[in-house]
């Protein structure tokens, strides 16, 4: 599996922003669906956004559009998470996941199992 590895996540106010990086090992940055999903106590892991280059389709989940944006830089096999206008209720620990192009179908490719290689983590804290 692809190994992942998570960065910048800090403390924030109200309002701010954050950049999150993650860097793939590996080639085979265009070759997965890369995903940021983010885990609160005492709530499940839920998907954040994610990013299929390959079928040209980016989701993001309805509580970060337009506030939001992932991308990527291909050469250096790294995404990113700009978060903007934070809130409060992104505080979370987010996670980087990936899965190979093709792999899930239908609802599922929505959930945390469908993504099989993880980062451990980057804890965002927004303070009101």
């Known amino acids: 599996q692809v190994q992942l590895v998570e960065s910048g996540g800090g403390l924030v106010q109200a309002g701010g922003s954050l950049r999150l990086s993650c860097a793939a090992s590996?080639?085979?940055?265009?070759?997965?669906?890369m995903g940021w999903f983010r885990q609160a106590p005492g709530k499940e892991r839920e998907l954040v956004t994610h990013?299929?280059?390959?079928?040209?389709?980016?989701y993001y989940a309805d509580s970060v559009k337009g506030r939001f944006t992932i991308s990527g830089n291909n050469a250096k096999n790294t995404v990113y998470l700009q978060m903007n206008s934070l809130k409060p209720e992104d505080t979370a620990v987010y996670y980087c996941?990936?899965?190979?192009?093709?792999?899930?179908?239908?609802?599922?490719?929505?959930?945390?199992?469908?993504?099989?290689?993880w980062g451990q983590g980057t804890q965002v804290t927004v303070s009101s």
């Open positions: 590996g080639r085979t940055f265009t070759r997965y669906v």
């Open positions: 990013i299929n280059w390959s079928a040209g389709i980016t």
């Open positions: 996941a990936a899965r190979p192009v093709g792999y899930c179908s239908g609802n599922r490719c929505y959930e945390a199992a469908s993504f099989g290689s």
